[in-house]
């Protein structure tokens, strides 16, 4: 073991460690006017404190903190009719650099009170100097027979004290303001300050007379007290000119730690940046930051509000802050009563949840992909919009008040509608009630529009299709499927399913030709289309009238188009249309029939070329092809063009004579 030279205690040399306080404690300067405040403030709370536990019996008054400003004289002035300092507190807390009452004062009254200190590293006063070349204080104390102090230093390691004039209780800072802090000095600049930093706090904050500040912070208070008017008043004011939030959460609690707040779910424009937290953060009711990314977990930073907790440490670097167990634990603390509150209007108000739905949703999923705690707590409320359709001709399912059920839908099945009538249902839910048709297989479109042809086709079979159509289900599908990993999700447009398909007819081979109707179509179309990339494959798609099913359809297979649409995420482009994909043709269709029996009358003129019925089968067959792409928005500016010009010429053949 090594041996022990020597211990000792680690010295700091006042006039070089000072001049760092002043310049760098805090990266603006402007937060002087924070720290003078909060000490008023908690001065003020500490005579309450006092005159609870008896030790004081006198008057203690109407809380005031006022703000002079003194142009001619370039001083800004605080004064507070709190607890004072006597003398002997000046020497112990002023002139002691980091040394706080706040712990002592708190052991000492704990019993006596409930009031929040907000001060408690021995710092803030001494931020006065980033903008002061002089400073005075001028204080007396509560304390029976205290006789007033006046305090001065300018910002070297000397101070003077001496007696006062001062005869009312309480403490009076005057900062003389450098020459290039003179913005100090201005009305508007000092309101503003208070607006920002001091607005919430519980004393009255007077500049110039007027109270500038709004006092009450409605997160403190109980939910039980509030009405939706004071939460929705609260959001207004913090976010001016915003929409009306869709839902809040109320923070409260005091165990393990300190938290309260209020939380609101904006409404979520495209052109927000979701990275960009705009919850305020406080710490006992003094505006921190605007910003809580340390604080805060990713996927909440899409909500807007407050969050105010004195466990949260301000003054230590903001990277630290993530890596703090506390505010770990808070950060997880908050992301529970986010998924509570979605919970509760899930149980409570259905039509509310649905209505909120499109906004909610991308957080929801957001969240779920994010956070796994949250991903646990909130798997059963996700939901999707369905086809799943109320039978009949009967009307859809009305948005009703949160006492009825409006999950029933008229056929008391688990799906509920918004005010479009659109029905939602959870995956579950769709699961279990499709478990006879297609068990462990959801169908869904991503697309209402381009996938309209193909949805419409699992309609009319009774197959239910949802909606995965926002912007983050391309990463949530893939979710879905690590999570339900025996369930198999099949886009409309990818390989269809058997229930769709027709083999009641059989495919009977033509003597004539030694080929079944499928095969002669499939060639008739290699032969037009001349597309080695596009596979075509022929089927009879079931129907009630042969005519409501199209006579083909584009097919994308399920994982090509997948890894086509991640290598274009990837380059940050959008996906193409894949070059190779089946084209599908309805050998039930009319039209294809009509085609086939066209075609066999073709002969091969006497000089090769095709005969007129060829040309003009052909270009059925690549019409029908490109209707096809059109259904799917697959087409591009020469597929479009092509395709006009064909149009022409087919209807040029057909009005020959
Ligand atoms: N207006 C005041 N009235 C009474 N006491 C005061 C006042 N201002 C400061 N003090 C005393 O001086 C001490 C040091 O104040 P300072 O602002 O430096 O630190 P703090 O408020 O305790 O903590 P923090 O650095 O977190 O603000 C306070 O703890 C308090 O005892």
Known sequence: MATVLEQGNISIHTEN??????????????????????????????????????????????????????????TLSITDNGIGMTADEVKKYINQVAFSSAEEFVTKFKDSSDENIIGHFGLGFYSSF??????????LSYQEGATPVHWSCDGTTTFELSDSERTERGTTITLHLMEEEAEYLETNRIQQLIKTYCDFMPVPIKLDGEEANRKIAPWKQSPSSLTDEDYLELYRYLYPFQEDPLLWVHLNTDYPFVVNGILYFPK????????????????????????????????????????????????????????DRTVRRIADYIAKKVGDRLKELYRSDKAKYIECWQDLGTFVKFGSLNNDKFKQQIADFIIF??????????????????????????????????????????????????????ENRVFYATDEVSQATYIDLHKRQGLEVLFLDSFIDTHFVPFLEREYSDVKFSRVDSDLDNTLIDESGGDIVDPATNQTKGERVKELFEKALAKPKVTIRTDALKADDAQTAPP????????????????????????????????????????????????QGTIVQADGTASPTTAMANMICQHVYDLALMAQKGFDADGMKSFVERSNSLLTGLTKA
């Open 17 to 74: 460690i000072f001049p760092i306080i002043k310049k760098w404690l805090y990266s603006d300067h402007e937060i002087f006017l924070r720290e003078l405040i909060s000490n008023g403030v908690d001065a003020i709370s500490k005579l309450n404190m006092v005159s609870r536990s008896s030790e004081f019996t006198g008057e203690v008054g109407e809380p005031e903190i006022s703000i002079a400003i003194d142009k001619e004289a370039k």
């Open 130 to 139: 980033m903008v002061s070349d002089q400073v005075e204080i001028d204080t």
């Open 268 to 323: 979520l424009k495209p052109d927000v940046d979701v990275t960009k937290g705009q919850i305020k953060l406080f710490c006992n009711q003094v505006f921190v930051s605007d910003n809580c990314e340390e604080i805060i977990p990713q996927f909440l930073l899409p909500l807007r509000g407050v969050v105010d907790s004195s466990d949260i440490p301000l003054n230590v670097s903001r990277s630290f802050l993530q890596n």
């Open 385 to 438: 919009r369905t086809t799943n359709q109320v039978s009949g001709d009967e009307p859809k399912v009305e948005v009703q008040a949160a006492e009825d059920d409006a999950w029933q839908s008229a056929e008391g099945e688990n799906a509920a509608a918004d005010a479009k009538g659109n029905l939602y249902t959870t995956l579950k839910e769709y699961l279990e009630r499709n478990q006879e048709k297609h």
């Open 552 to 599: 083909a359809i584009v097919l994308l297979p399920e994982e090509m188009r997948r890894m086509q649409e991640m290598m274009a995420m990837m380059q940050q482009q959008t996906a193409q249309f894949p070059e190779e994909h089946t084209l599908l043709v309805n050998t039930a269709h009319p039209l294809i029939q009509n085609l086939l029996d066209m075609s």
